[in-house]
């Protein structure tokens, strides 16, 4: 009885066992999921493979742009300096031509001259040849002495003529060669002049040519020290287009560490400030004088990234005052609210814009958006700007014409002002705000 039942008990033990390992066909199923694994991770190692190939060869693309780049610019600027040296030639060979074709005409004036003398100097002797025809035909009754001395003081007389015709023909020949040669200078000078002309003109339209590749290639600069990067150190106005929005032109002002783009300046008093909302918000006034940039292209420039305003100011006494803050405009959605953050000073007193101001909303006469409920401080004041209870200060106020006319107004605040400082002699002349990248080196 006991072997049946160990039997039993073992072949129970077997089958349990048999159960605990895997089949063949659990063994393929596994088998296949590494193989899928594999694939898998084959295809990953390979789409990295890939991918880092691409960056190395846009790496390469980038710096064979840039080094076209620094070629066409320093091209650029060798035809822009060759053509001013083919300019400033051509205008001393310019100056030197007239002064020849004043000197031919001065020389054909007295060739005429000349001639004239000559002719009255003919008509002269032809007049005294008939005289002495006319002697010499009347009969006389004088002696064979005074015959002889009548000849001989005409023989003498004759002679003498002679020799002054000779002397005024030979001038005359001596005058004609020189205005010849004169002549045919002159014409080679023109033509010398000419051939400078095209060449000039040719390199200038090859200068033009490669600009604009360059231009094609790197496109219109971001903002004024965008272009000082690339290369540009003279101030003037220039065709910027910040990113995501139109291009417009704008004033640059160029110093030794960067260029800074000019949004508003007053110097005389020939642009009427007391604008409305639309006009504030796309720009007024020319870049040559007295302008406001606009807040629309203000915040254009602004959204790029982080910026500083450098604040520059002169009173009537000729004292200067500036200061500069990290700043921020929104858009038209948030009422082009002005944030601010004080960075750094020179002179001039900063709470009128400190950042206890920073979040004010713009105001103009149609959009009264300062904080003061009774008061519209835009047409109280005249002009658009950040108002709080209006005061603080509006650089876009009236300009003052002089000290009477200050007397004469209801508040001096009309004017455009900026919080007294201490020492400060009389109202503002001249206002300039412009901005940069905050990365700009300091």
Known sequence: MKIPQLLILLLTILVHAGDGFPTDRERRDKHASWDDV????????????GLKEHVDKTKAQM????????????TAAELERKQQEQGEALKAQSKEAGERYRLLTELAEEVKLRVGEVERHTEDNKSRMDRLEEVLTEPTLDSNGSEHERFS?????????????????????????????????????QSKVAHKRVKSHRRRDEGMALRGEAEHIQGLPRDCH????????ASGVYTIQPENSQPFNALCQMASDGGW?????????????DQLWENYKKGFGSLDGEFWLGLDSIHSLSKQGQYVLQVELSDEAGQQQAAR???QL???NNLFALHLEQESSSGAQEKSLTPEASGLPFSTADRDNDLTADINCAELLSGG????????????????????????QKSRRQAMFWSVTPGQSGSLRTTLLKIAPASMKQ
């Open 226 to 233: 965008d272009l000082f990067v690339r290369g540009q150190r």
């Open 261 to 273: 783009t000019v949004i508003q300046k007053r110097q005389d008093g020939s642009q009427n400030f």
């Open 325 to 327: 803050y990290k700043f």
């Open 153 to 189: 003081f005409i023989q003498r007389l004759m002679v003498s003529q002679n020799r002054r015709i000779d002397q005024l023909v030979e001038k005359i020949q001596q005058q004609q060669d020189k205005l010849e040669k004169q002549s045919l200078h002159l014409q080679a000078l």
């Open 38 to 49: 594999n694939v898998v991770a084959h295809g990953l190692l390979q789409l990295g493979q």
């Open 330 to 332: 929104d858009g038209e």
């Open 63 to 74: 710096r064979d742009v840039n080094g076209k780049l620094k070629v066409f610019n320093s």
């Open 385 to 408: 700007w950040w108002f709080s209870s209006c005061g603080g200060s509006n650089l876009n106020g009236k300009y003052p014409r002089h000290a009477g006319q200050r007397r004469r």
